[in-house]
Structure formats: C-alpha cells, structure tokens
C-alpha cells in the first residue's frame, strides 16, 4: 500500500511524505502507482518551474519526501491540488492508496 502523509501548520501544508507499493498489479502493469507517480512528478515539476526555491524533494524507489519551502498562493494551490487528485484516487483504490 502506498501511504501519504500530510503535516501541515495551522492550515499550510509543509511537508508530504510518500512511501510504499500499491501492489494493486504487476510491477509495469500497476496503474495505481502509475496513477499516483503521475499526480506527484507533475506537481513537483510544475513548482520547480515556477519557483525552483519553492520546494525541496528527496526521491527513492517507494519514497518521496516533498518539504514546501514557499506559502504563496500558486505553491498551496498546486500542493492543495495534488493532495485532491489523490484523495480521489484513494475513494477508488481504497486498498492500495491511504492518505493519512
């Protein structure tokens, strides 16, 4: 299961931290992890081309550490849209993705 966590300050989002497998199909044939790779490097790459300063990430096989470094509007509102893509995700694929 992949399992994203979410700190936040107050209202602002800080850091988010993805670890795990979805294990939904074959390793090449997961589209549940397809799914929530595409939704995160989209948004990374979209912050990095907006503000380069504006996120800090660690990337592994299973990991990902996002630490936001800018509260502007345009960084929360992209995070904030992320965090929606995958909660959807999570309503269909209950066993393979949690938000916490």
């Known amino acids: 299961m992949i399992s994203v966590k979410i700190k936040k300050d107050n209202t ?3 850091e988010i931290i993805v670890k ?3 294990n939904f199909a074959d390793y090449g044939s997961d589209i549940v992890c397809a ?10 790459n979209a912050l ?11 990337e592994k096989e299973g990991f990902l550490h996002l630490k936001i470094l800018k ?11 992320m965090i929606e893509l995958l909660k959807e995700l999570e309503k269909k ?5 949690k938000l916490l």
């Not at 990095?48 to 660690?58: G, H, V």
């Not at 694929?93 to 993705?97: D, T």
């Open 12 to 14: 602002l989002i800080t």
């Open 20 to 22: 795990g497998h979805a």
């Open 35 to 44: 799914a929530t790779s595409s939704i995160i490097i989209t948004t990374v």
């Open 48 to 58: 990095l081309r907006i503000d380069e300063k504006s996120i800090m990430y660690e």
């Open 71 to 81: 509260t502007d509007e345009v960084t929360q509102t992209l995070i904030t849209n």
């Open 93 to 97: 694929y209950p066993k393979n993705i």
